[in-house]
C-alpha cells in the first residue's frame, strides 16, 4: 500500500468515526476524530502537491476544521451534519449507492441547430449512437459503445454532447470534473462503480442512456505523482468499459468522453473509444453560420458583411467569435450607459457596424496557435478511429 493509500485511508477511518459520534452526540470524541481527519489529510496535501484530489480534500479539511469550532463553541444551531456523505461513509462498510437521486444528471437544452458545422463529429455520433438507437436488429454484430471527442478548446465538444443529448430520447449522465472531485474521492473506484450501476439499468430497462464526461483528461489521464485513488479509479472506468463491449450486446448505454488534452490520455483508455473523432476548428462555413447565430438577436448596420467577417477570423474558435460577438454588444450598451442616454428605459443601443466588429476582432487574438493545431493533427494520424 502506498503512502499516500495508507493517509487516504487513516483520514476516513477518523472522518467515519468523527461522524458517528457527532450523531451520536459525543461532542468531544467528534472533535477529537475531526481533528486526526484533518491531520491525515494534510499530510496528504503536503506530500502530493499535485494530487487531483487535493482541491476536494482542502475542502474537507476545512468543513471539518468547521465543524471542530461548532463543536467546540457549545452553543448554535445543529447544522451542517449532513454535508459528511460518501468520502467518511465509506469505511463504515455502506457499499450500496447512497441514492439514485444525487447522481450528477441534468438534461441540458442545446438543440442540433445551435451547433454550427461539424458534419464529421455530427456524423459520428449518429452512427454510433442514433442509428443503434433507432434500428438495433441493423446491427447483428453489436456497435460500439464509446465514442471520443477531441480537439482544440472552444470549438464546440461540450456542445454536441449536450445537443445529443437532447435530440435521443436518452438519460443523460454527465459526470464532470468539479463533481467527481467532490463526490468521488476515497471511494473513487466505488463510485465510477455505482454510476454505471445506474447508468446499466437504466439501459436494461429499455431507456438509451448516455453517460458523458468533459474534460476526461483531468479524471482519467495519466498524471505524474499520481497515487492510489487515481489508478483504481481509472482501472475501475476501463473494467467497466470493457463490461459495455462484453456484454452489451442488446441495450443502449453509450459513453462519450470529449477532451482538448487527447495526448495525456493512454492507449489502454483510447483503444476502448472505438469511435474517435476530432472536434476541429471551425472552417469558412462553419464560421460564417457562427456569426449568425451568435447576432441573430443582434441589431446591426446593414455594412455588416458576415463574409468579411469570416476572413478575418481564419484560426478562430466558436468560443472566440462568440465572445467578439457579446464584446461588441458590450461596447454599444456601454455607449449607452456612459452617454446618459440609459436612463430613458426605452433608448436603445446603436445598432452595430462593420467597424464594430472589425475593431474587436483586431483586440482578440486567436486563443488557439498553429503550432496547437499541429499537435491535434499528429494525434489525429496516429489515433483516429473514423
Ligand atoms: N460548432 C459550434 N457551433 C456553435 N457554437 C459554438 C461551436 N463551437 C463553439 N461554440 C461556442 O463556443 C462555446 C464553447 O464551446 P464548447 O464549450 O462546446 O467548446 P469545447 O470544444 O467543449 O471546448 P473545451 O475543450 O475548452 O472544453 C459554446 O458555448 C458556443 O457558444
Ligand atoms: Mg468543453
Known sequence: MSVATM??????????????????????????????????????????PDY???????????????????????????????????????????HEPESEADEPEEKPNVRW??????EDAKRAIKEVIVYPVKRPDLFPLGWSRGLLLFGPPGCGKTLLAAAVATEIEAQFIQIDPASIMSKWLGAAEQNVAKVFGGARRT?????????????????????????GGEVRMRNQFLKEMDGLIDKGKNYHLYVVAATNKPWDLDWGFIRRFQKRVMVPLPDYATRLQMFE???????????????VLTQLTEGYSGSDIKD?????????????????????TTAKPRPLSMADFKRAITNRKPSVSKEMIKE???????????
Open 376 to 386: 491535434y493533427d499528429k494525434w489525429f494520424d496516429q489515433f483516429k478511429a473514423l
Open 52 to 94: 487531483t484530489f487535493n482541491k476536494f480534500y482542502v475542502e474537507k479539511v476545512t468543513t471539518y476544521q468547521e465543524r471542530i469550532r461548532f463543536l467546540k463553541s457549545e452553543d448554535g444551531e445543529e447544522t451542517g451534519i449532513e454535508k459528511f456523505t460518501s468520502f467518511e461513509t465509506k469505511q463504515t462498510g455502506t
Open 113 to 118: 441547430g445551435e451547433v454550427a458545422g461539424l
Open 324 to 344: 467578439i460577438c457579446q464584446v461588441v454588444r458590450q461596447e454599444v450598451i456601454r455607449e449607452l450607459f456612459e452617454s446618459g442616454a440609459a436612463e430613458n
Open 7 to 48: 493517509l487516504e485511508n487513516e483520514a476516513m477511518k477518523y472522518a467515519a468515526d468523527a461522524v458517528k459520534y457527532d450523531k451520536m452526540g459525543d461532542k468531544d470524541k467528534a472533535a477529537d476524530s475531526y481533528k486526526r481527519a484533518v491531520e491525515q489529510l494534510m499530510r496528504l496535501i503536503k506530500l502530493y
Open 203 to 227: 439501459a436494461v430497462g429499455g431507456k438509451p442512456v448516455i453517460i458523458f464526461i468533459d474534460e476526461v483528461d483531468s479524471i482519467l489521464g495519466v498524471h505524474t505523482n499520481e497515487v
Open 293 to 307: 447565430i451568435n447576432s441573430s438577436q443582434l441589431e446591426m448596420t446593414p455594412d455588416v458583411d458576415f463574409h
